[in-house]
């Protein structure tokens, strides 16, 4: 597809999502993926790249982005001595397991299963968005042995099939286990590595079936203009969210983002199931 005038509306429209992602990521500390994922999929099934491995698309791609700023993430957390490295050390293993069964489950399955999991999961974190208490305790320390055997994996399985980095799931488990915000948001940033690095990997081995419409310049399954100019969006607009977190109250932000989240999750199901 060669088509100047698609061609300038697909960088214009991911331009767009990638400062909408950088200046939400700073203002309320949320994930890109979750915001990356649905934006994609709307951007891409805009432009006429519906097909029934565009979810696959979106995933890989939202997943390679979260390499880049998990780690810069990481590395500045690091500095301030915020990452719990036992925690991650243990618990990255697991971790990693989860995100290449998660990555081989997504090659397996058409775009409209994953539609249905992402409006799913995506109700269940809008929902602790909005409810969720800082309060909230399953207990002290975090699980051991066999629950964490089998918790880990999970994290990284939910996360490759929701296209989401470690924030989502890894800082309300850490946190209901007794670890402060402030480390649970650090150390969830080594999570995002965990999960996204092992997952992209094998995306970009992946084969997309022919006779479907491919988003152009894509490798695999991860469309490299759209993993460009989000990071490069994500740079310059998350400095601004951070600014507006310290000049306003999160609070009432992050229900609104909640709904938000919760009405896209909604949308994402009812296209899945009506069409």
Known sequence: MDDPAVLGMMVALLALIGALAGVLAGLLGVGGGIVLVPAFFYAFTTLGFAGPNLMQICLATSLATIIVTSLRSLQSHHRKGAVDWDILRSWAPGIVLGAIAGMLVATLVRSLALQVLFGVLGIVVGLYLAFGRAEWRLGDEMPRGIRRLLISPMVGFLSVLMG?????????????????????VATAAGFGVTIAVPSVTGFLFYTLPEGQPVPPYTLGAVNLPAFGLVIAMTLLTAPLGVKLAHATDPKPLRRIFAVFLLLVALNMLRKAIFG
């Open 164 to 184: 989401i980095g470690g924030g989502s799931f890894g800082v309300p488990l850490m946190t209901l286990y007794g670890r402060p915000i402030h480390r649970a």
